[in-house]
């Protein structure tokens, strides 16, 4: 589905890090999202919207404004979704995330 995506909009009152936009990211879909949890370390603005959770109306608004920002301009669209996935391969490629966590656990033996 995500190969088939443009967007991800996720209007979360609440997360952590949903892998959702990580899984997203790596096939170029731009996200949108409301900027709470550890969102804002990672969509960053050369590569996606974050947007203010509360009150909720803001997030309908600003999430409708980021889409209709990258439906004019396509050329915007193409350049984040290209960010996104160079961000995805940087961040959250497997190997990457095997290392990250083997480094961990060495450092929890320690």
Request: charged share 15%; net charge negative.
């Amino acid at each position: 589905l995500y190969a088939q995506s443009h967007i991800i909009l996720l209007c979360s009152s609440s997360e952590g890090f949903p892998k959702t936009i990580a899984e997203a990211m790596g096939f170029g879909v731009v996200p949108i999202a409301t900027r709470v949890g550890c969102i804002p370390d990672h969509v960053k603005p050369e590569c996606g919207y974050l947007t203010v959770p509360e009150p909720e109306i803001n997030t309908v608004y600003e999430s409708v404004a980021a889409l209709e920002q990258l439906v004019k301009n396509t050329e915007l669209f193409h350049q984040f979704s290209r960010v996104a996935y160079q961000y995805a391969l940087s961040h959250f490629d497997r190997k990457i995330f095997d290392h990250q966590w083997q480094n961990l656990i060495y450092q929890c033996l320690s």
